[in-house]
């Protein structure tokens, strides 16, 4: 019993906050409230999605559009959505501010818009000592949009989360670009680069958490820059449907999407790719991140994994074969070499400089874990 309730703790501990972030879209205010709107003359032409993976578990997000207004000059109210997740523990924020999301900017044109914070408070919205659910943060300004083709801009950073079984994942709502003019994206790119690291990761589509759609299957993944590679496979959810998804790995360099007439159905989900594989058939070395994610999870929950000589001794080169190091041992040399993620460069100089301070207590031999516990 006491170990049930140890992993709980752990549990609700690393279970860091999970929002869910947005394409834009329109509103109008009503009282204290905003209220989603269709747009009817203003259409999405192009958009470029860019999202950052570092290692400090932040993303950062650059969204480029090209809207088209096929009518006259006209000012609307448009706002970027962040909607916490129903069981998140983060306190809600009446101001509208979310504080997971940091130096949000955008600009119209090339210049600089004010943004003004507030929220969208569903009809099942409520709010107890335990749990807040069914509102959404929205960052708003008021472009004018004339005639024609317009430029908007905008760049954030936000927390990634984490948490048991995963190093990193973010969602990302795709979907209320549907309420823009032509009900879809004409011309829609999304670039997930890592640079100055690396990154094994799988892209999906979900809705509703649990209902699962391919939206990406009918245009490819390429690798954009750098060295990586990409292949398609697949995973089971808790009801044991299988979910499509795209497997990436890429070290300092990016993965690329693109498709035309684009109009989602679906949410986007970008996460760490330990759960290709059910909890127990987990081993060492099938995926690996540099973050504190990848570390915490280790430390908390798969201690067991590291309890022989040989996989402490794959646990100290793990973070040189993620760079790209060439084995000469030939134990450690077939073992990296079976990892689908592993991508060998000679260039490779055995630096430590840009370890983590997680990843030099890999090489240190000083890992230490909690006893497993089976959840």
Known sequence: MKYRFFTSLLLFVMAVYMPLFANDAVFY???????????????????????????????????????????????VLMGFESQPLAWSHAIYQPSGIDPHIKDFTVEMNGEKLNVKNGVVHGKDFKITDEIQVDYTYVYSFNPTFKKGENIVHHTYTYDTSYGAGFAFELIYKLTPAIRWANNQIDDFTLII???????????????????????????????????????????????????NVEEVTVRNGSVKWHKENFAPSDEMCIRSAENLKEWNSYKLGDTYDRGEGYYSDLKYFRANLVSSPQAKRILRNLPYAHRGHIFKDKKLKEFF??????????????????????EQEYISGKFKGFTYVDL
């Open 193 to 243: 680069e890592a640079p100055n690291t690396a990154k094994h990761f799988l892209v999906y589509s979900a809705k509703d958490y649990l209902i699962y759609n391919d939206i990406f299957a009918e245009s490819s993944f390429e690798i954009n820059s750098g060295i990586g590679k990409t292949r398609r496979n697949t995973i089971h959810d808790y009801e044991n449907k299988t979910i």
């Open 337 to 358: 070499e079976s990892l689908w993620w592993y991508m060998p460069d000679p260039s490779y100089d055995d630096t430590t400089k840009d370890f983590t301070k997680y």
């Open 29 to 75: 205010a009503s009282g204290n409230q905003l209220v989603p709107l269709q747009e009817t003359d203003i259409a999405v032409k192009k958009e470029v999605l860019t999202i950052t993976l570092t290692d400090k578990n932040i993303a950062k997000v650059d969204v480029l559009y090209t809207f088209y207004n096929n009518g006259e000059d006209k000012t």
